[in-house]
């Protein structure tokens, strides 16, 4: 099921264009539209999360069709209808079944984003009286409107493109409702042979697959995964996947302080399993810089700090906390632009995912990444070596950076562009807006971003996230998505009692310690391997989903999924009665 991941998803992308431009009518593409020109009308009523982790029974009302858009009413305190969004073309209405609860959901409160909000992005539902999951990023690409314009769907990163909004995450309504609206390229009908239950796991599993291929083990190595519940269990699921796809020998290790974790990580995958109330960085120093890969899964700012003790050379970040943790406030945005930071050197500028290698504008070849100057800081190679390299034309440099690594970028042929991070921002919005601007500015860059950025230290790495500041309502970074931050190494030895932003300064500038990060992966191959595995399915039924709520005690739902002793995995049932009295 991995084997999915070779398709490229611009030539994906390029067929269904050339069918939506032969027809010129997107109801000709999908069964999905069938019946989209009637108009329809909705209302129901779903609790709305608030900024203070509450929740409030608020009436909505859904106006529209896929072919005309929709109008979004929410009623005020007045009860009085009043318009809530609007959405275009190629929206279709969506009757939720399930939903489950995941870390983001806990954590929706620290998120940049605006509340209240109809949470909930792990949704099983029906259109058309088929069992369907969705995608949870309405791109461009996913609505078909304005794709072959869109240089974000157009080179392959659909769930980077700068308009998508986000299933109960960002502006769209999500998946603890009656009813959703979603784009209908983001719909993909159920197997038969899968339970509806197993499938509310496709979104976190899928999102487990995707961080498994970036990190990509290689044999002999240690790999852990700290914090194994909601997700974390997933992961082990996909890295014992992964290895026994691949024949790569490495092993997996579940890291836990909790009995029935620690059970359930060896049961799903895990060949070693760690108890960390009695083995950790702090009282057992074996333990230190042990293991070559950690996903931190934990959903708690402090996992980067013990991960960062774990690990001798990777970290992969998937937990979106919304917290600052040793010195950088914008982590959630790094995983969200799935940003990584890492060493200042000549292979880090030619940083790549293991997804380009079927991107058409990657290329190890390029004068940039080809460059045979020996000045440059030459660095080991990024992973295992067996990384892609990117050109990355482009790179952004921080003012306090010297004017000797500067020079040890142009010996790489790549154009340096160093300037204050703010002027920065408003020349590449000036480049959103204008395509021209960003073909000027940034030539031969496929993306109007800058390609990877240089920073001097810790502090700066988040105004390379969000010049803005992390509050600013436009999410704009400097770097492109999947890109890279590299830290140049401190020039002044550690103090006696450092800061914890000290130690990361160290850890990435000279221990060459790797910060990688992922979020949405392509749900068909986790549908794929849920159909394909039965034991995997009924195991993941019968023990990992521990607790199920109806809609109406959501707030009990969250109650027991904040409560690591006493569940796994908490799912929302839609339409079942509340028992309480």
Not at 109 to 132: A, K, W, Y
Not at 446 to 467: G, W
Request: charged letters at 20%; proline letters at 7%.
């Amino acid at each position: 099921n991995f084997g999915r991941f070779k398709m490229s998803l611009v030539e994906k992308m390029e067929q269904q264009s050339k069918e939506l431009e032969a027809t010129g009518d997107i109801t000709g593409e999908n069964v999905w539209l069938k019946g989209g020109e009637s108009p329809q009308t909705i209302e129901f009523e779903a609790p709305e999360y608030n900024r203070d982790g509450s929740f409030s029974k608020t009436s909505f009302k859904f106006e529209g069709s896929p072919l005309s858009g929709w109008k979004i009413y929410r009623k005020n305190a007045e009860d009085d209808w009043q318009l809530h969004l609007e959405l275009g073309r190629g929206y279709v209405l969506m009757k939720n079944k399930l939903c489950g609860v995941c870390s983001t959901d806990l954590a929706r409160r620290f998120l940049p984003f605006d509340l209240p909000q109809i949470i909930g992005h792990e949704v099983v539902g029906e259109v058309n009286s088929q069992r369907v999951v969705a995608e949870i990023n309405a791109s461009c690409f996913s609505t078909r409107e304005g794709h072959l314009q869109c240089r974000y769907c157009k080179t392959g990163v659909p769930t980077q493109c700068p308009k998508r909004i986000t299933l109960g995450i960002n502006s769209q309504p999500g998946g603890f409702s009656p009813y959703s609206l979603v784009p209908y390229g983001n719909l993909i009908s159920i197997p038969s042979s899968v339970p509806t239950l197993p499938a509310v796991l496709t979104e976190p599993l899928a999102a487990a697959l995707h961080g498994v291929i970036e990190a990509a083990p290689q044999d002999n190595q240690k790999v852990a995964v700290l914090g194994p519940r909601r997700l974390g269990m997933l992961v082990l699921v996909a890295l014992n996947g992964y290895r026994n796809k691949t024949g790569k020998k490495f092993e997996i290790f579940g890291l836990a302080r909790h009995d029935d974790l620690l059970s359930m990580a060896k049961q799903l995958g895990a060949d070693q399993v760690i108890d960390t109330r009695k083995h950790n960085p702090t009282n057992d120093q074996e333990m230190r810089n042990k293991f070559d890969i950690v996903f931190d899964t934990t959903g708690n700012p402090l996992g980067f700090r013990d991960a960062l003790a774990f690990t001798k050379k990777v970290i992969h970040l998937k937990s979106t906390t919304g917290q600052p943790c040793m010195g950088i406030n914008g982590l959630t945005e790094l995983v969200v632009d799935e940003i990584s930071l890492l060493p200042f050197n000549k292979q880090s500028l030619a940083f790549g995912w293991p997804q380009d290698r079927n991107n058409k504008t990657t290329t190890s070849s390029s004068s940039a990444s080809s460059s045979s100057s020996s000045d440059a800081q030459q660095g080991p190679p990024i992973g295992d070596g067996s990384r892609p390299q990117r050109p990355n034309p482009n790179v952004f440099v921080m003012p306090s950076v010297t004017d000797e690594i500067i020079q040890q970028i142009k010996q790489t042929s790549r154009k340096v562009h160093q300037l204050d991070p703010v002027d920065a921002c408003s020349v590449l919005q000036r480049g959103v807006a204008d395509a021209n601007v960003a073909l000027t500015m940034l030539s031969e860059s496929p993306l109007p971003r800058y390609d990877v950025a240089v920073v001097s230290s810790v502090e700066e790495v988040d105004c390379v996230l969000r010049p803005g500041g992390l509050t600013n309502e436009t999410g704009f970074g400097l770097v492109r998505p999947r890109g890279a931050i590299l830290i140049v190494a401190p020039t002044s030895p550690l103090p006696e009692n450092p800061s914890e932003k000290a130690i990361l300064h160290r850890a990435i500038g000279i221990d060459g310690v790797e910060v990688h990060s992922s979020r949405c992966g392509e749900f068909q191959p986790a549908l794929d391997n849920l159909r394909d595995n039965p034991e995997l399915r009924n195991q993941l039924h019968k023990s990992f989903i521990t607790h199920l709520f109806p809609l109406a005690d959501i707030y009990d739902a969250f109650e027991r999924a904040s409560d690591s002793q006493c569940s796994v995995k908490v799912v929302v049932e839609i339409e079942k009665a509340s028992t309480k009295p």
